[in-house]
Every structure is written in C-alpha cells, then in structure tokens.
C-alpha cells in the first residue's frame, strides 16, 4: 500500500480561520467537518447504529444490492471522506476494481483501511487530505475511475458551495468515469427529525463535541453543559439543521485566537446542514455541475438514493 499525506500543519489553521470566522458572526456558525476528532468518529460510528438513523444501513442496502451495476466496468475506486471500509468492500466485492484509492483527513483511518481489505485483491493507494483543498492531488488514473462520495455528506454544502464542489469532483472524471453519490431523500419530517434526535442522546453528544474540539486545539473554555443539542427539518429549504443553544448567557475564551465571545441566553450557533434531496434536485445540481445522471439506485421506501453520474 502507498499513502500520501497532504495535511500536517495546514488543518489546524483550517479550525483557527473557521472559527474566528464562524463566532464572530452576526449569526454563529461551525462548519460540520471539525466534528470529526477521534472522538467524534467514534461517536458517527454509534450514530450509524441508533434505531433511528436510517441514512447509513439504508445505503448499504442499496449497495448490497446494486452493487454489481454501479461498478460495472470499473477499474479503480476513489472514496472521499472514506471513513470505516464497510461500503468499500461491498464495492470492490461486487465488482472488478483493481485499486482503492480512500481519501480522508484522518491518517489512522486511511492507514487502516488498507489492513482491513488486506484479504481483498486490491492496490490501496490512500490519500490523506481534506477533500475541499487537496482534490488535485489524487494519484494519475490507472483506468475507469469510480468517484464515491456516500453516506449523504454532499447535503452539508449549501446549495451554491454544494455545485461548486460537484464541479471539482466533475473536474476529476475523464469520458467513461462516474460519480457515485449517496444522498438521503426527503420524506415524513418526523422520520429526519427523529434521526437527528435518538433517543440515547448520541447526536446530541456528537454536536457538543466540536466544542471540545475547540477547546482542545485552540485552547477554549467551552463549557459543554451550557449548551443543548437543537436539531430540526427546516420544510422550506429542505434540509436538516443542527445547532448548539446557549443555556445561559455566557462569555467563552478561545485562548490561541485572543478571542472572547459572548453567547447571549438561549443564542444558537448553528453546525450543520445537511440537505435531503428530491430526484429532480439531484439531476438539477449535477446538471449545474456540468454532470449528466445516468443512473438512480434507491430503497423500496425511498428514503435514501445512490445516483450514477457521468460527465
Ligand atoms: C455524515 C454528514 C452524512 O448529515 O446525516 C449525523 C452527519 N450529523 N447525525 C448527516 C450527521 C448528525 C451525517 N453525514
């Protein structure tokens, strides 16, 4: 296995920009991928196990059973924000591929993806960066390329950034590569709602975590029992937005920014969208990429989507 590292000191200015930038706004916001610390991983993991969860085993099921045909004719899969290897093997089992090239800004998690298909008879080239800067720096194709980008994480870009990255991702794909997005459908409000409030708390527990994530790296003092886990279905705009409220009015120091930010009672800082999508959005916002659908793999319910897409 080969793995190349784009990181290092770059991500933590990344946090440092995002959240003088994010606090210091009229309205409070974190971007959602600062979630992901050891910790936070561990906590998505459990996530994926709640009962009502449903985006993550509805998706492997679309895989388990549409597997063969989203890639048919691929020689080399990319996965970006690859995460656990458990929708990669069922890819690279279904089809021929040759090489699995996993792409995330956490270095245990590329390194071990490639001791976890050890048994497979795959090349894993992993790529360790941040999927919105260091795209240009995939390895050179080794023939048809399959890009995945699962799980419903293209819902946590706004609309405009959303396209524009689907451009990036369209710049990559030679005549004859695809792209294979997962995104979660929009349904019932209850059923979303309720993904994003278990009732273990979990999500909850994920939310707050991105404060400890502050206060680890960028010397905070967040108190993470000041502030209550908000998430709800926004109908109009078709997405799903969490927040983080102020229980009481407080004052936080984020020490490596000299930075003092007061939180007024009940204040929300919002930190994350995640979208839900119609068939007509996708096909919409592929074809505002420069990307043709060609393909659209759902569940019997219709709760989740796998889209096949060309350029
Ligand atoms: C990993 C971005 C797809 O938006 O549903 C899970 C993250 N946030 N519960 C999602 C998440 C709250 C998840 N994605």
């Given at each position: 296995m080969t793995v190349d590292v784009h990181l290092a000191a770059g991500q933590e200015r990344s946090l440092a920009d995002d959240v003088h930038d994010g606090l210091t706004r009229p309205f409070k916001e974190l971007p959602p991928k600062h979630f992901y610390d050891a910790h936070g991983s561990e906590l998505f993991d459990l996530i994926c196990e709640q009962p009502e969860y449903y985006p993550t085993r509805t998706e492997l099921r679309i895989l388990r059973t549409r597997g063969a045909e989203l890639m048919e004719g691929v020689d080399e899969l990319v996965e970006l924000g690859s995460g656990a290897t458990t929708k990669a093997r069922i890819l690279l089992e279904a089809g021929q591929a040759a090489r699995y090239i996993p792409v995330d800004v956490s270095e245990t998690v590329v390194r071990a993806a490639a001791d976890e298909l050890a048994d497979l008879d795959v090349d894993v080239h992993g790529v360790v960066g941040d999927i919105e800067r260091h795209l240009d720096r995939l390895p050179a194709p080794s023939g048809r390329r399959a890009v995945a980008f699962l799980g419903g994480t293209i819902g946590n870009f706004p609309p405009g950034s959303r396209r524009r990255f689907l451009r990036l991702i369209g710049s990559l794909l030679a005549p004859g590569d695809r792209l294979l997005l997962g995104t979660d459908l929009v349904k019932d409000p209850a059923i979303i709602e309720a993904a994003y409030n278990d009732a273990a708390g979990v999500t909850a527990e994920f939310n707050r975590n991105v404060l400890a994530v502050v206060n680890r790296e960028l010397g905070g003092d967040f108190d993470l029992?000041?502030?209550?886990?908000?998430?709800?279905?926004?109908?109009?705009?078709?997405?799903?937005e969490m927040r983080l409220r102020a229980l009481e009015p407080q004052v936080v120091t984020i020490g490596a920014l000299g930075l003092e930010v007061d939180f007024a009672h009940r204040e929300e800082l919002r930190t994350e969208i995640s979208a839900k999508f119609t068939s007509e959005r996708i096909a919409a916002d592929l074809a505002a990429a420069g990307l043709t659908l060609r393909k659209l793999a759902t569940d019997p319910r219709g709760w989740f989507a796998v889209t096949v897409a060309e350029r």
């Open positions: 029992g000041a502030f209550e886990h908000v998430a709800f279905f926004d109908r109009r705009r078709e997405w799903v």
